[in-house]
């Protein structure tokens, strides 16, 4: 049996994120556990202690999430600077993953689903993506890299199409950030997919996705 554990914030959640989704591309011989919790940040996380009884589930694999949370204005609690304090708690993640013999896999921030009046996406994550990366590449860690994958697809999909995964608001409007069931589905496929790239010996625990909605 192979364990994956899911690390992170609401968008990886399984009301609210690709978490279901992911779940519903494992095959058997694998199982899932998902301790991402809303309004969560890479300093939140660690400090109410969620990392520790995420790492006493002792699974193989742990996909970290993180960025969303950590930005500006989410109060001093969460914020994080994403050169220094962001990059840094990543860095313990991985460190302390590896020591208990879990793999750690990096995950870059889903996209919001936020369009100019030209059509165009707005990266609103990109400090925090990069910083994930250059952790990645500096520890040689399995990198997801979701935010470019979902925004491809997001960017083929129009606001309309993306407006088909969001859920609304209580007035009507449209979530940006987080899922609905259909976008939990497409999301965490895209996720299963690329962690089959970045991590061979998960293709016997995932699916293969559709092409159409690979982004």
């Known amino acids: ?8 914030d609401s968008t990886v959640t399984d009301d609210a994120g690709w978490g279901l989704g ?6 058997a011989g694998a199982e899932r556990l998902n301790h991402a919790m809303s309004g969560r940040s890479s300093k939140r996380y660690r400090d109410e202690g969620l990392w520790e009884t995420a790492m006493a589930t002792e699974a193989d ?4 999430q993180f960025g969303h949370n950590d ?6 609690e969460r914020e994080t600077d994403p050169d220094s ?3 840094a708690n990543l860095a313990r993640y991985v460190t302390e993953a590896r020591a ?14 936020q369009f100019d009046a030209t059509g165009g996406l707005r990266d609103t994550l990109g ?18 890299d979701l935010h470019a994958a979902s925004t491809r697809l997001c960017e083929t999909l129009g606001r309309t199409g993306c407006e088909q995964l969001s859920p609304r608001e209580p007035d009507g409007s449209v979530d940006t950030t987080h899922l609905n069931a259909e976008g939990g589905l497409r999301f ?5 997919d690329l962690t089959r790239d970045v991590v061979p010996e998960l293709k016997p625990f995932l699916t293969e996705f559709s092409p159409a909605v690979r982004g």
């Open 188 to 192: 965490g496929g895209l996720v299963a």
């Open 61 to 64: 694999y742990v996909l970290i």
């Open 127 to 144: 400090p925090y993506v990069a910083a994930t990366r250059r952790v990645a590449t500096d520890l040689e860690v399995p990198l997801v």
């Open 100 to 113: 208990a013999t879990t793999l750690p896999i990096l995950v870059t921030s889903l996209t919001r689903r």
């Open 22 to 27: 992911f779940r519903a591309r494992m095959s």
């Open 71 to 76: 930005q500006p204005g989410k109060g001093p």
């Open 85 to 87: 304090g962001f990059a």
């Open 1 to 8: 049996m192979v364990r994956v554990l899911l690390v992170g």
